[in-house]
């Protein structure tokens, strides 16, 4: 089952990369069909660009509300019709006018190994809190904040002394090998797999674009 995706992204896009890379290989189980956007001129944009795939803009800021916002985004994703709408780096908090408008299923890669660490500053709060591991969580994107269910999840060690920039390096390359797998792993099951995908990274193993 070949998934088409629809990605939104607010930013430079490194995630959008990582899946535009592995939907390159020929065997890939995911295609992307679109991005979408809430800002002008982004990292992501110049990359759907060069790529040759279909994007679209809604500035955020030329809403008069955020229900407004919502709503359009949720028509202009339903009007694309993909099979899945993947969220990567998208920086905004979607409203109940979203949900109410859009049933497609939504995807969300989340820098934390969740339940913990919903929300933003990860990285600090893991170090804050002593955590021995850290590390990210694709899962289903719900109207209550980073509280869906996992798809997959992986893990690495926090290393002694470890200062936040460089564990967010660590986490973000982390990032981009889980979520091609998440992909694999729906598609695999047809969106419903049995249970979700735990992974432990040996580092010096993984590739970016695995």
């Given at each position: 089952m070949t998934l088409r995706c629809l990605v939104l992204a607010s930013g430079r896009g490194s995630n959008f990369e990582?899946?535009?890379?592995?939907?390159?290989?020929?065997?890939?189980?995911?295609?992307?069909?679109?991005?979408?956007?809430?800002?002008?001129?982004?990292?992501?944009?110049?990359?759907?660009e060069a790529?040759?795939?279909?994007?679209?803009c809604l500035p955020f800021k030329a809403f008069p509300s955020r229900a407004s916002f919502d709503?359009?985004?949720?028509?202009?994703?339903?009007?694309?019709?993909?099979?899945?709408?993947?969220?990567?780096?998208?920086?905004?908090?979607?409203?109940?006018?979203?949900?109410?408008?859009?049933?497609?299923p939504l995807v969300?890669?989340?820098?934390?190994?969740?339940?913990?660490?919903?929300?933003?500053?990860?990285?600090?709060?893991?170090?804050?809190?002593?955590?021995?591991?850290h590390g990210a969580t694709v899962h289903w994107l719900t109207p209550a904040l980073d509280s869906g269910p996992t798809i997959a999840q992986a893990r690495l060690p926090v290393l002694p002394g470890e200062g936040e920039a460089a564990?967010?390096?660590?986490?973000?390359?982390?990032?981009h090998a889980l979520y091609p797998q998440a992909l694999a792993h729906l598609a695999a099951h047809r969106l419903a797999p049995p249970t979700p995908l735990e992974l432990f990274w040996d580092e010096e193993a993984l590739t970016p674009w695995a």
């Open positions: 990582a899946l535009l890379r592995a939907s390159a290989g020929a065997d890939a189980p995911y295609a992307l069909t679109g991005l979408v956007t809430d800002r002008p001129a982004t990292g992501a944009q110049a990359l759907a790529a040759g795939v279909p994007q679209r709503q359009a985004l949720a028509e202009t994703l339903v009007t694309a019709a993909p099979d899945l709408v993947l969220c990567a780096g998208f920086m905004r908090v979607l409203g109940p006018a979203f949900f109410t408008h859009c049933p497609l969300n890669i989340h820098p934390a190994l969740l339940p913990a660490h919903r929300g933003l500053h990860t990285h600090r709060r893991v170090l804050e809190a002593g955590d021995p591991f564990l967010a390096a660590r986490v973000l390359r982390l990032e």
